[in-house]
């Protein structure tokens, strides 16, 4: 479940850690990105059903109908982004209380999405990293919390686990592939 983390990035505390201080489950994953902080923000402003999607495998996401669809370019429209707002996982139709609030919203440094429950049960953090100022690592942590029931916690930990595990994955490889790809397609018509 730490997938691309160091052991410190897995070990360090994030933004929005403090939402779940001890949580039932709890992943870091993380990537390099071949480009600074700043060009990296946009994609994560985005995410969204009915924004820029998640970037991630779409095809799976929607087989279970979310109606997610990915954004291949920045959308100026979806970049309005503040404290409050809602990001939809689902179509709101089909899945209404498909949904997360943003809780911290820090440029090109920090977006924590928490489910809008008090208190939170998920608390989704994207952090940028710089490394260098070409290079930044992207970390997603992910951190839950089950009801107090032992098959309940069983089944929800065989179900997640790999399902976040294969769709993170996916998505910071997707936002990966955008920024990088952006980049280049800059960097070609500046030359």
């Not at 902080?37 to 059903?49: C, V």
């Not at 939170?120 to 942590?141: A, G, I, K, Q, Y």
């Amino acid at each position: 479940m730490n997938w691309g983390a160091t052991p410190a990035e897995s070990r360090r505390p994030l933004p929005g850690d403090a939402l779940i201080p001890e949580p039932d489950g709890e992943s870091t994953m993380a990537i390099s990105i071949d480009a600074p902080p700043e060009e990296i923000w946009p994609w994560l402003r985005q995410l969204g059903q009915g924004r820029g999607g998640f970037y991630s495998y779409e095809w799976a996401e929607n087989l279970v109908g979310l109606d997610i669809h990915n954004a291949d370019e920045l959308i100026p429209e979806y970049q309005d982004l503040d404290i409050g707002d809602t990001v939809r996982l689902g179509d709101p139709d089909r899945f209404p209380d498909t949904t997360l609030e943003v809780v911290v919203l820090s440029p090109e440094q920090a977006l924590v999405l928490q489910s809008p429950t008090q208190p939170p049960w998920w608390v989704w953090s994207f952090v940028l990293d710089p490394v260098t100022e070409t290079e930044t690592r992207l970390v997603v942590r992910s951190r839950i919390r089950l009801p107090q029931n032992p098959v309940v916690q069983f089944a929800s930990q065989a179900v997640l686990d790999p399902v976040t595990f294969v769709m993170t994955r996916g998505m910071l490889l997707g936002i990966k592939t955008r920024v990088e790809s952006t980049a280049r397609e800059a960097a070609l018509l500046d030359a």
